[in-house]
């Protein structure tokens, strides 16, 4: 076994992971990362050959259980409402991510107060909102300010994206109803902004991004780290964090491509693996003075994982509006439905998005019941969806149950033989309140847009995108894993700044967020733990 | 833009084929509008396309047209799709992208591939309604 010293170790190359590597690998902190998955180029996309819709139903699938890659871990989803999406890889999800780029609202930050359920979280709005619009920035953001939906914040750096011809339609019909409507917000270039080119409207940001338009952290944040100083070690899939008598961490365990384990000693260890990857680390680096898992004396580490449930509503226009084209990305967005309502049987809300409606083939696969259709019907369904379709994709807030959670399996192992995740995860009441009460408002709303019949499904199931949740922040030890700066509270040299650290779901998508409190945290270790810097 | 890949190892005979062909006529049967999954000679060229992309596919399929058997009409496919999911939707998936490939349906339904396009530098489209959207009040909770 070889070892590596470093000042600071971050596990996972995606969204969290590349924010934190950044900033410290700038300010001359040593720092090595490990990532399980490789680097992809831009060439291996296919969104410019006329495969790229059976190559996204495989291997550039955002499940990990369909993709099979080596580099994936194999996740059992057989007790979860929502499969989660993800991908391995330097860039992580950023490689396969839609680029909604939304700050949470003010109200998703105090829950407790505001609507008496789940928990308040350690901070709020105000306290991250410098750093969002720092990442709007580093991200190279495509929108417009004065959404009367949030407190005012500055101007992003690129106009917005157009919003499409069915955007146009929406807004026409969210003004006649009186309902919210925004252009959407996306960490896509609109212009050429810091080595990345404008977008193509090519539509196939969700299966990687040919043009390098789309911001995903290979592109806007590894370069200037590894420039800085970082060294990222790819096909290095961790096994265990080590720790010493004392009870602080050491490092990591991981193992190469071709088998060799290696140790990484580092004087911090900073989490990067997703709400899922994770947990399923601390649970796995359980030792004699962690018997739980590490960080885990609270019993959190795990719990209370959200999904944001998830179904789109489709719209059918009589005129064709090429709408296989767009940024996929958001056209437009609308937070109408966003925040509690007196008037409704469930608190909380719903994010819209707007988007295009993908090719003949995403036309032919979609079912609105349990079967597929197909003979003459499959003829007419794809005529009457492709181009002449708009799609409204509607998040759920997801508030935390404790009985939501990842653990271990016994009996699913990825490659290297280490157990894999298990997820349960169940809908509450107030999620089926909430997803059929936004699916009848957002058929009135393309109804109202000119769309002569809508058609939606009751969930989404595999649409998974945002795992969340697993070693919540706060203040008290006893109920939370890690500090409102990611520190966990049991192991004071181990941070967690990935989206496990979230307290409630939001609406919203979660990536600014994300990539908010990673910069925060990265300060914040930055100013207080000066004694990092160099010691390696 | 095309570009050369091999086919996987494993792939269709003749018999399988054959068979294939007549499963994907009943998936995607001739209309007024549209050609039938034989007049564009699906499992041929236009399957072998699919394998290309997706060799992961061929012994799932293989595996498939060998549990169907000989004869299949849509009574078969109807209890396959019922009783074995996800086995029908690979044999759909393979099918339908083999089809929406092809050039001819591309042009029968007005669809020209993913284009790229230059974005316009006109605006963003509905700038007027916007306005009238920033003069609203601030719809978020103070908290």
Known sequence: ?536 | MTEKRELPDQTLDADHRLQLSVIADKILPRTDEMPSASDIDLSNGPLDKVLRSRPDLAQPLLRALRSLGGSVDQADLRLMQSNNPHVFEMLFQVIAGAYYMDARVRRLLGYDGQRALSLPRAGFGAEELLMEMMETPPRYRPC
């Open chain 1, 1 to 536: 076994m070889s070892d590596i010293r470093v000042d600071a170790l971050i596990i996972g190359a995606g969204l969290s992971g590349a924010v934190v590597a950044r900033r410290l690998a700038e300010e001359g902190v040593s720092v090595v990362c490990l990532e399980q998955g490789m680097k992809h180029e831009r060439e291996e996309y296919r969104g410019r050959q006329d495969d790229w819709e059976i190559a996204a139903m495989g291997p550039w699938h955002a499940s990990p259980n369909v993709r099979q890659s080596p580099a994936d871990y194999p996740i059992n989803d057989d007790d979860a409402a929502m499969k989660p999406l993800m991908f391995n890889g330097v860039g992580g999800s950023t490689i396969l991510y839609g680029a909604h780029w939304m700050r949470f609202l003010p109200s998703d930050f105090r829950v407790r107060t505001l609507d008496g359920a789940a928990d308040d979280w350690p901070i709020s709005y105000n306290d991250l909102a410098p750093y969002y619009d720092r990442t709007d920035i580093d991200f190279g953001v495509s929108g417009i300010a004065g959404d009367p939906a949030y407190p005012a914040y500055p101007d992003y750096p690129m106009p917005p994206l157009p919003i499409n011809t069915w955007g146009e339609k929406v807004a026409a019909g969210h003004s006649k109803l009186g309902w919210h409507w925004w252009p959407g917000s996306n960490a896509i270039a609109s212009r050429h902004y810091d080595g990345r080119n404008p977008c193509v409207q090519r539509s196939t940001c969700g299966y990687g991004c040919n043009e390098g338009a789309k911001a995903s952290v290979d592109l806007t944040h590894w370069p200037v780290a590894e420039r800085a100083g970082a060294k990222l070690i790819t096909g290095a899939r961790v096994s265990q964090i080590t720790h010493d008598s004392h009870g602080r961490a050491t490092g990591a365990i991981y193992r190469d491509r071709s088998g060799v384990q290696h140790r990484v000693v580092a004087n911090v260890v900073i989490l990067a693996a997703n709400a899922v990857g994770t947990p399923r680390l601390l649970l796995l680096s359980q030792s004699a003075r962690y018997p739980d898992g590490l960080a885990n004396g609270s019993g959190l580490v795990g719990k209370r994982l959200m999904m944001h449930p998830f179904t789109r509503v489709i719209g059918f226009f009589d005129e064709p509006m090429e709408s296989w084209q767009g940024h996929w990305g958001q056209s437009l967005y609308s937070l109408e439905f966003a925040e509690t309502r007196p008037d409704l049987d469930f608190i909380r809300g719903a994010k819209w998005n707007l988007g295009p409606s993908g090719g003949p083939l995403h036309a032919a696969m979609f079912s609105e019941g349990e079967h597929l259709n197909w003979g003459a019907g499959l003829h007419r369904q794809v005529s009457e969806w492709l181009g002449r379709t708009a799609i409204w994709g509607i998040s759920c807030d997801d508030l935390p149950e404790t009985e939501n959670q990842v653990t271990l399996d016994d009996g699913l192992f990825d490659g290297d033989g280490n157990p894999a995740p298990r997820l349960k995860y169940a809908l509450s009441e107030n999620s089926k309140a909430m997803l059929r009460f936004n699916r009848a408002k957002a058929a009135e709303s393309l109804q109202a847009s000119g769309a002569y019949k809508t058609l939606s499904a009751e969930i989404m199931p595999e649409y998974g995108w945002h795992p969340l949740g697993t070693c919540r922040m706060g203040d008290d030890t006893n109920d939370s894993v890690v500090d409102q700066f990611c520190a966990a509270h049991d192991v004071e040299n181990l941070f967690i700044v990935d989206g496990s650290v979230f307290v409630t779901g939001s609406s919203v998508n979660p990536a600014a967020t994300i990539a908010a409190i990673a910069l925060r945290a990265a300060e914040n270790l930055l100013t207080t733990r000066r004694e990092i810097r160099g010691s390696a």
